[in-house]
DNA sequence: TTCCGCCATGGAACCGCTTCCACGTGATGT
DNA sequence: ACATCACGTGGAAGCGGTTCCATGGCGGAA
């Protein structure tokens, strides 16, 4: 079933069906309506792909990501989609978990009619795919990752891991841990080093050292962050802060401050990065880089190239900000011994969140089924 | 740059090249390797979409998903991407929100030559689609959704509900609450009514009955399930335990114990459903099903249909299982006083987590950065 | 009435690859 | 020596659209 049998159903040229099928305004009414009677009736599908090969354009992205399972990023991916799918384009994606899956799928992307272009989220490109993507001519836009000449949003991880740290050290805190992860296992992008930096600075502005014994790194993950800062914790001079170069990695931390007895954030503060959602809830301080918003903008400035729209600048940078919550609320004394051996519980002070951060639950919704009303739709069914 | 610019090149038909570019065995060492000079000089790539026309199939399959970015909902896609990555399939993701934006989704896979099949996931497919989809002959899989004749790969959430209520029930506990989401917005499956009648089940097997006081749904996050739970141990007669049908909200439920002080599991059991990753670092009892896993063997069954084959059964179901962890851990008394007011929280028992759930910790990965090490890496650079 | 031009339309050429068919060549069988 | 055959190869047809160009009919202007 294609176009030539339409046209010969409908008594019209190829033509006139393919027209009609683009809404071109030099159909006559009546004609129109007989193919499209025509079509209907003989429930006909135009080819994507034909359509695709004919106009030169396959009306699609590729989005790579490494390991995309995580909340920070499948929270990019999903901006990605969603600002994708407005503008009509389908998203491919590819998931990538290791170097070598890295550069089957990069080099794949410069085939010809793969993809009219291409975001990478979170995942530095080598220079060999650099200039294979610059050679081919096809679109590319980077997510949260670095490469001189490529249009790319990012935020500065200097300054976010600086920020995290100056507000520690704001409390009062000088023994500060940083908890860091791998940089997904060599094929990720440098947050890690960059956060470090930061933390590093920070520091140094207020005339504190770098502790090496409170420098840790390891997997990714909340179980192996907890493992580090337990070590941490139970050495001789324990940290009074931890900052965590990620949400996941402090909420790991959190685990094991509450599994020695820790108070947060009395005893310990601290502090992650991303602003994930379950860090609203658990009443942790962190860095809010806006993740999704991140993959909306890139998505938009690669269709944008894709309209043939120059993008400047080149590198577009999103603000970075601490949203201050319980983990890191004042302390009452810095050297002070530890008060009660799990006396008041961060959890307990989570209310103070609504306030901090300016969150207030949303309304109900208006059914009998909403936040806060029993259940009342399961009983009567 | 086409094909026949490369055959006039290398002084072959086209035909040849394309045998070439197939490996094909009928071609002339010689001549190979002359074409494949050629095609190096050129730096020619086949257009992707001249290919997929001219066999016949895009090699894409498409992924329908709600909410990509809630843990469960990721797990399973990342698992239907990694096997048709394997298969050679590019993988477009539709991500859906909205009633509206799922008929329009479901409604474009069945162009032709969109997509070689679909997998949808967690989704209820409308009868309107399914014969659409019968009728366009291209083959669709469901994971985590029923509908009859179709192949799909589920779990029983009547059963799941069932097994995590008399887990609690086996533990002494009658007074059991239930919270619930609204099923993706009335777009999702109905997995929340389906634990709901697995719970009543499993109450009504010891005479017990269902209090409606107990039963509450709202919006699915942790949050609002934390609101839900907060309403419930503050009545007059609060349950002694609770199960959420997803560990989002039992993870909300944690957080309203916490914060009411309530300890756990002594005075309040909680069951969970999925078994996240952050639901074993919480020490999170819950009940498994095997996210991941679902998507890999609903993507593979999908491609066994692409290849011809037949899939048997239709319905495939995976098994469920109850991880049992620190929060519902065997409490000392059932009726007794709530005896301090906060005292060993239950994370303090979470190491106990390590021999219930057989898990151990990976092994330290041989570099100087893996867990437990100080940060050698970043202190050098 | 005649000429011009526009509008709607049919159909060929084209997008770039695969595949089938036909053909020439050299080896084999008798 | 001649028919046969297999093999390597060239090239046309086909996949299913879009788009351009030529054409015929019609209305308006002269």
Same mark, same amino acid.
């Given at each position: 079933m294609n176009i030539a049998a339409v046209a010969r159903a409908a008594g019209v040229g190829t033509g006139t069906v393919s027209r009609v099928l683009n809404e071109s305004p030099s159909v006559r009414p009546a004609t129109r309506a007989r193919v499209l009677d025509v079509i209907e009736q003989l429930g006909y599908r135009p080819s994507r792909l034909a359509t695709a090969l004919s106009k030169g354009t396959p009306r699609t992205v590729a989005i790579v990501v490494p390991y995309m399972t995580r909340p920070s990023v499948v929270e990019r991916l999903a901006g990605v989609i969603s600002v994708l799918d407005r503008e009509g384009y389908d998203a491919v994606v590819l998931n990538v978990e290791t170097v070598a899956q890295r550069d089957r799928h990069l080099e794949s992307l410069t085939e010809r009619h793969r993809a009219d272009g291409v975001v990478v989220v979170s995942l530095p490109v080598p220079q060999r795919q650099l200039s294979s993507f610059r050679q081919s001519g096809i679109p590319l836009v980077l997510v949260d990752a670095e490469a001189p000449g490529i249009p790319r949003t990012v935020a500065d991880d200097v300054e976010g891991g600086r920020l995290a740290t100056a507000h520690l050290v704001g409390l009062g805190h000088r023994r500060i841990g940083f908890v860091g992860d791998l940089g997904f296992e060599g094929i990720g992008n440098a947050s890690t080093r960059q956060r470090f930096l930061g933390y590093r600075h920070a520091l140094s502005a207020v005339g504190a050292e770098v502790d090496e014994s409170l420098v840790r790194q390891g997997e990714h993950g909340a179980h192996t962050a907890s493992l580090l800062a337990e070590e941490m914790l139970r050495a001789r001079r324990p940290p009074t802060a931890i900052f965590a170069i990620s949400d996941t990695q402090a909420i790991g931390v959190l685990g094991a401050a509450d599994r020695l007895g820790i108070a947060v954030p009395d005893e310990l503060a601290v502090v992650g990065y991303d602003d994930i959602e379950s860090a609203a809830f658990l009443g942790l301080t962190t860095v809010r880089q806006q993740l999704a918003r991140s993959g909306e903008l890139g998505a938009a400035r690669l269709c944008a190239l894709l309209r043939g729209e120059e993008v400047r600048p080149r590198r577009q940078q999103l603000p970075l900000e601490v949203v201050a919550r319980s983990s890191s609320a004042r302390r009452r004394s810095l050297d002070g011994p530890r008060t009660s051996p799990s006396g008041e519980p961060h959890a307990r002070a989570a209310k103070a969140r609504v306030e901090v951060d300016g969150w207030v639950p949303p309304p @109900?919704? %208006?059914?009998?089924?909403? @936040?806060? %009303?029993?259940?009342g739709a399961l009983l009567r069914a």
């Open positions: @109900a919704s %208006g059914t009998d089924a909403a @936040a806060g %009303g029993i259940a």
